[in-house]
């Protein structure tokens, strides 16, 4: 089976760094993903690391380490509108061309002035 | 450019009946995925499809079902309903298969059901 865990509720300061921790166990990995997500509106993608180390992406940073079955999302220069949740996706690849996304719950980050 | 879009946005039920939600993918994209996620928790994978063919099925009852046509839009439906089938219902697509370098999953805006 599958099993992904991230803290529900964050919050943090305007203009501050927040780090969202995800760890995960899972058979036939193959790449983990972040989105994010606002209240009503559909999951937009953030980062996808497939290999150990570090993605940055403008604000955004994603961690990778397999070994340790553990990724973070950093997110720098907080902005209000950050405020939403932020999905935390493994990808396993059973069989090839069969794809499945599993979810964590989310972490709902709330920025405050 | 249309990113992906589903129909209807929100609709509402009783137990017992049945409903069908449609996705369009983004052009050009062959793969289509569909999502479930209750309130409060995240997405849980339903089915894929890929070329009109089932490619995967998650931990989901008979009750659930899907196609896809060769314009590569897809169908979800879902019979007997229940109470807990409340939920927003996302459809995903890509240009293709998974593989080692492919990455995003583009999300459609869901469909919220709401079964009374």
């Known amino acids: 089976g599958q099993n992904i865990d991230q803290p529900t509720e964050m919050t943090a300061t305007e203009g501050a760094i927040v780090q969202i921790n995800c760890t995960y166990q899972?058979?036939?990995?193959?790449?983990l993903f972040w989105y994010q997500q606002h209240a009503g509106e559909a999951p937009t993608f953030l980062s996808y690391?497939?290999?150990?180390g570090l993605e940055e992406k403008g604000r955004f940073s994603s961690f990778l380490s397999r070994s340790k079955g553990y990724s973070y999302l950093l997110l720098k220069e907080l902005q209000m509108k950050d405020s939403a949740s932020y999905l935390c996706?493994?990808?396993?690849?059973?069989?090839?061309?069969?794809?499945?996304?599993?979810f964590g719950t989310g972490t709902r980050l709330t920025i405050i002035p | 450019d249309a990113g992906v879009t589903q129909s209807p946005t929100h609709l509402i039920k009783t137990r017992g009946q049945h409903v069908t939600l449609r996705c369009s993918p983004i052009?050009?994209?062959?793969?289509v995925s569909w999502y479930q996620q209750v309130l409060g928790q995240g997405p849980q994978f339903i089915f894929q499809?890929?070329?009109?063919?089932?490619?995967g099925r998650g931990n989901f009852p008979d009750r659930f079902s899907a196609r896809q046509f060769p314009n590569y839009s897809s169908e979800l439906n879902v019979n007997a309903l229940l109470l807990g089938d409340s939920a927003l219902y996302l459809c995903?697509?890509?240009?293709?298969?998974?593989?080692?370098?492919?990455?995003?999953?583009?999300f459609g805006e869901g469909s919220r059901l709401t079964v009374l």
């Open positions: 690391n497939v290999l150990d």
């Open positions: 499809y890929y070329e009109k063919e089932e490619r």
């Open positions: 052009s050009g994209h062959k793969s």
């Open positions: 996706a493994v990808r396993s690849l059973p069989n090839f061309g069969n794809e499945k996304l599993t």
């Open positions: 995903a697509s890509r240009t293709k298969l998974a593989g080692p370098n492919t990455g995003e999953l583009f």
């Open positions: 899972t058979s036939g990995f193959n790449g």
